[in-house]
T-cell receptor, first 111, second 112 residues
Framework: DGGITQSPKYLFRKEGQNVTLSCEQN?????MYWYRQDPGQGLRLIYY???????QKGDIAEGYSVSREKKESFPLTVTSAQKNPTAFYLC??????????FGEGSRLTVL | GIQVEQSPPDLILQEGANSTLRCNFS?????LQWFHQNPWGQLINLFY???GTKQNGRLSATTVATERYSLLYISSSQTTDSGVYFC??????????????FGAGTQVVVTP
């Protein structure tokens, strides 16, 4: 089935550790995105990539890093510099029309 | 900034009831989508509806872009319809690529 796969679904991290969230899509979409959702709130854009080997910062990029070496993959690293990393992270991709499709999400908890 | 108002904020329905959710935008609508966020957090695409009317089973949506609003209709509601319904308008312009104008959502609870 075509879709977006995120892993892991749940992740616990100690303070000071970097963690990487995986996002893979087989929809053949050029554009991919990472969003963060905090309880009771909407989504905020962390990073986006419109094409392989290129990515741009979103509204809340500080403390995060990404890479886009393959069209299908857009991993997100949450670094120790991110001051409040506990959140629900959603990866998405879009068609040329702008319609967004989301993965199931990864829930990160910092202990 | 652009405002997105969703109403009502909360909705409790008895199974089998019908309901209408509304989304108002303060700016032009270009890529309006409706999503259902289930209790596990997954955002499920319901409709991509920049304008016009679409139907999918018990759900239908109408967007009147010129008046900057969209409606989501749920008919014969089921307990699996529970969750939060969001409308969003992803911006795909050069200076705002990927940014989502998200409503605060409508929390729907369908009781047996």
């Amino acid at each position: 089935d075509g879709g977006i796969t995120q892993s892991p679904k749940y992740l616990f991290r100690k303070e000071g550790q970097n963690v990487t969230l995986s996002c893979e899509q087989n929809l053949n979409h050029d554009a991919m995105y990472w969003y963060r959702q905090d309880p009771g709130q909407g989504l905020r854009l962390i990073y986006y990539s419109q094409i392989v080997n290129d990515f741009q910062k979103g509204d809340i990029a500080e403390g995060y890093s990404v890479s886009r070496e393959k069209k299908e993959s857009f991993p997100l690293t949450v670094t120790s510099a991110q001051k409040n990393p506990t959140a629900f992270y959603l990866c998405a991709s879009s068609e040329s029309t702008g319609e967004l499709f989301f993965g199931e999400g990864s829930r990160l908890t910092v202990l | 900034g652009i405002q997105v108002e969703q109403s009502p904020p909360d909705l409790i329905l008895q199974e089998g009831a019908n309901s209408t959710l509304r989304c108002n935008f303060s700016d032009s609508v270009n890529n309006l989508q409706w999503f259902h966020q289930n209790p596990w957090g997954q955002l499920i695409n319901l409709f991509y509806i920049p304008s016009g009317t679409k139907q999918n089973g018990r759900l239908s949506a109408t967007t009147v872009a010129t008046e900057r609003y969209s409606l989501l209709y749920i008919s014969s509601s089921q307990t699996t319809d529970s969750g939060v319904y969001f409308c969003a308008d992803p911006k795909m312009t050069t200076d705002s690529w990927g940014k989502l104008q998200f409503g605060a959502g409508t929390q729907v609870v369908v009781t047996p």
